[in-house]
């Protein structure tokens, strides 16, 4: 088991530019999330999803989009991004609510 | 709303010593759960442990153990003796209900303690 993947590891854009971040899990978990790593702050929910088709708002998802078009996937996307989206991001599944999480090994985004 | 407090932001020891990392959390669920997660230097989030709000009883792993203290809305994290292995960021975070009754298994994170472990 691969638990729960994410793509790319690490990337740089530009002001202005797009991006989607993947993240898979193959646990058949209901339950996903991003999150967002910032110095000092903890890890912030931008959105989650409670099964295929669903997604919801979290705490801080200005400037963000996601998509749960299949139950393993989780998409996170960027339509324009700004500096201030620089920042480590976090998926996590679960397999219930409120289930352990389980965390993606994170995706660097350094926006210039 | 959920609010998790860590109040240590970097704790700094010699290996063997104990350890206590301190988590105060305010929520107006009834019900719910608390975490701990392990972040070491290569970055990835380790679960450690979830402790749901109708438990009270401390619990010990290995060298970890947990207090959990409902009347003073803590739950704090012990590594005893420690090791240079168990510097990383630990993080306290809390999952509770809506007023419906359903939770979503949001979790609100504390903002991590720094524990650096030296030889």
């Known amino acids: 088991n691969a638990g729960v993947t994410q793509t790319p590891k690490f990337r740089v854009l530009k002001t202005g530019q797009s991006m989607t971040l993947l993240c898979a899990q193959d646990m058949n978990h209901e339950y996903m999330y991003w999150y967002r790593q910032d110095p000092g702050m903890g890890l912030r929910l931008i959105h989650y999803?409670?099964?295929?088709?669903?997604?919801a708002k979290g705490e801080v998802p200005d400037g963000y989009n996601v998509s749960r078009l299949k139950k393993q996937n989780f998409l996170l996307g960027l339509e324009s991004a700004a500096p201030s989206q620089t920042s480590v991001y976090f998926c996590?599944?679960?397999?219930?609510?409120?289930?352990?999480?389980?965390f993606g090994p994170g995706t660097r985004l350094l926006v210039l | 709303a959920q609010k998790v407090t860590q109040a240590q932001t970097e704790i700094s020891v010699v290996e063997k010593e104990d350890v206590t990392l301190d988590c105060v959390y305010e929520t107006r669920d009834t019900t719910y759960y608390l975490f701990w997660y392990k972040q070491p230097p290569s970055g990835e989030l380790v679960f450690l442990i979830r402790r749901n709000s109708f438990d009270e009883q401390n619990e010990i792993s290995g060298r970890y153990s947990w207090n959990f203290q409902k009347s003073t809305s803590s739950f704090n994290f012990t590594i005893t003796a420690s090791q240079v292995v168990d510097s990383a960021v630990y993080f306290c975070a809390l999952s509770g209900f809506n007023a419906g009754g359903t939770s979503y298994g949001k979790l609100t994170f504390g903002q991590g303690t720094i524990l650096t472990v030296h030889p």
């Open positions: 999803s409670v099964g295929e088709g669903t997604t």
């Open positions: 996590a599944s679960s397999y219930n609510s409120p289930g352990t999480q389980y």
